[in-house]
């Protein structure tokens, strides 16, 4: 059961240059979750899918794009990576309100 | 809009010594709140949550907290540490920017001294 998979694990980019983050569910989950962790800041929602075919934007969603490929995959690109874009991004999803949200293991992205 | 308030950034115990973790929260409505745990270089477990039901809510590894309306806070609580319990925890409410998302607070980091 591997529950919510992200890759890659780690990440250097060169400022300026893009690169996309996978994640995937195995449990049926109808909604799905991008957010960032910063020092002394909790997470940050940056995009979500409450549905397959539906996206919206969460609160620090500038500099990144997502898609919602099919019910099992949620992409997070990065058009232009930089320094501010440093963080650890996790993936998340639920089968509905109210229950438990699941997450990934976290991306550890650094931007040079 | 709902947020969350961690009102200690660290919180340092004994092994052995009860553990309080204070969480505040802001909700236009009944809210659904939430205990994550976080192991160094780990992703996020939940611990408990409370969904209106009842006020004292147990949770995985010893811990409960307890939703008080009328001081707007779910504090979580656990009698005795142990030093597995060394971690960083996150108060979370339901709701925010995204009906449906989490809205997080900072995170109190739990230190378990010997």
């Known amino acids: 059961n591997a529950g919510v998979t992200q890759t890659p694990k780690f990440q250097v980019l060169k400022t300026g240059q893009s690169m996309t983050l996978q994640c995937a569910q195995d449990?049926?989950?109808?909604?799905m979750y991008w957010y960032r962790q910063d020092p002394g800041m909790g997470l940050r929602l940056i995009y979500y899918?409450?549905?397959?075919?539906?996206?919206d934007k969460g609160e620090v969603p500038n500099g990144y794009n997502v898609s919602r490929l099919n019910k099992r995959e949620f992409s997070l690109r990065l058009e232009s990576a930089a320094p501010s874009q440093t963080s650890v991004y996790f993936c998340?999803?639920?089968?509905?309100?109210?229950?438990?949200?699941?997450f990934g293991q976290g991306t550890r992205l650094t931007v040079v | 809009a709902q947020s969350v308030t961690q009102l200690d950034s660290h919180v340092s115990v004994s092994e052995g010594t009860p553990v309080l973790l204070r969480c505040n929260y802001s909700?236009?409505?009944?809210?659904?709140l939430f205990w994550y745990v976080q192991h160094p270089n780990k992703g996020l477990q939940l611990l408990l949550k409370y969904t209106s039901a009842a006020t004292l809510v147990k949770g995985i590894n010893g811990f409960e907290a307890e939703f008080k309306k009328s001081e707007t806070s779910f504090h979580l609580t656990k009698p005795s540490a142990h030093m597995s319990d060394a971690a960083e925890y996150f108060c979370v409410v339901r709701g925010g920017t995204g009906r449906r998302a989490l809205t997080f607070g900072s995170g109190t980091r739990l230190q378990v001294q010997p």
């Open positions: 899918s409450a549905s397959e075919g539906t996206t």
């Open positions: 998340a999803s639920e089968l509905r309100d109210g229950l438990e949200a699941f």
């Open positions: 449990m049926n989950h109808n909604s």
């Open positions: 909700s236009s409505y009944s809210p659904s």
